[in-house]
């Protein structure tokens, strides 16, 4: 079955770690996206690539890096620059034709310890 | 720049009642606009989505919304509520073709009351 793979789905980080997200899909699907959700604030995003090897910042991008060396892949790593890393972080991916829809990760929850 | 405004974090209503879950959007161009459900500790789930044509649009688990080019809304509703919609619901917009980045509101919680 074609879908989206995040792993962890938990995830401790003590201070000072870097800790890299797993993001894996099957869908061939061009555009990946990662999110990072709050309580009350939604989802806002963090990075997004539409085509392998390129990205883009999104609103919330400091302390956060990725890389996107395979279609399939889009590693998310929080950094130790990343003040207040708890959160849910969710990976989605889409593709780029007229009947677009992103498809959502089951999501990696991340606490810093 | 695209936004979406949720009215009302939290929403309750009886089991059997209306759901009314209401979205605003911005965009400079012809938006795309979707709904997704999240149940806890899940991903999001697309509901429904309206891109071109038909302004009313029904997607799964009996819910429609529809677009009013006029009022910039995109309103969730369901015309029955069941105690398994009881999850957190996101309105999203993107540019739409060659531009998908979405842009979700701040989510609504639907409490079904038995």
């Known amino acids: 079955d074609g879908g989206i793979t995040q792993s962890p789905k938990y995830l401790f980080r003590k201070e000072g770690q870097n800790v890299t997200l797993s993001c894996e899909q099957n869908l061939n699907h061009d555009a990946m996206y990662w999110y990072r959700q709050d309580p009350g604030q939604g989802l806002r995003l963090i990075y997004y690539?539409?085509?392998?090897?390129?990205?883009q910042k999104g609103d919330i991008a400091e302390g956060y890096s990725v890389s996107r060396e395979k279609k399939e892949s889009f590693p998310l790593t929080v950094t130790s620059a990343q003040k207040n890393p708890t959160a849910f972080y969710l990976c989605?991916?889409?593709?780029?034709?007229?009947?677009?829809?992103?498809?959502f990760g089951q999501g990696t929850r991340l606490t810093v310890v | 720049a695209q936004s979406v405004t949720q009215l009302g974090s939290h929403v309750s209503v009886s089991e059997g009642a209306l759901v009314l879950l209401r979205c605003n959007y911005s965009s400079s161009v012809p938006p795309y606009l979707f709904w997704y459900v999240q149940y806890p500790n899940q991903g999001l789930q697309l509901l429904l989505k309206?891109?071109?044509?038909?302004?009313l649009v029904k997607g799964i688990n009996g819910f429609e919304a529809e677009f009013k080019k006029s009022e910039t809304s995109f309103h969730l509703t369901k015309p029955s509520a069941h105690m398994s919609d009881a999850a957190e619901y996101f309105c999203a917009v993107s540019d739409g073709f060659g531009n998908e980045k979405l842009t979700f509101g701040t989510g609504t919680r639907l409490t079904i009351i038995p």
């Open positions: 690539s539409q085509i392998v090897n390129d990205f």
């Open positions: 989605a991916s889409l593709t780029r034709d007229r009947d677009t829809e992103a498809f």
């Open positions: 309206y891109t071109t044509g038909a302004t």
